[in-house]
């Protein structure tokens, strides 16, 4: 039973993603914007938007966690030594 529901949840997961994907609103709007103007612009925008908001989870969780992660370099870099 657990194997049949499974395979349904993958087989669901697999067919709704095309439905679903529909990119993030940042992305869509510097296309949009940025239809008329040559190549190198446009990626340039694009990829700094990318950067963006892949930047910002990270930054919250290094400030979240940061106790956590002083102690785990100076316990690495004192067991080197």
Not at 18 to 45: H, M, R, T, V
Not at 57 to 79: A, D, E, H, W
């Amino acid at each position: 039973m657990k194997v049949k529901l499974l395979g349904l949840f993958i087989a669901l997961i697999s067919v709704s993603q095309d439905l679903l994907a529909q990119g993030c609103s940042q992305c869509k709007l510097l296309a949009e914007q940025n239809a008329g103007l040559d190549e190198d612009s446009f990626g340039s925008n694009i990829n700094g938007g990318i950067i963006y908001l892949m930047v910002i989870p990270y930054l919250l969780l290094m400030f979240l966690f940061r106790k956590q992660i002083v102690t785990f370099i100076k316990g690495y870099f004192s067991k080197k030594a």
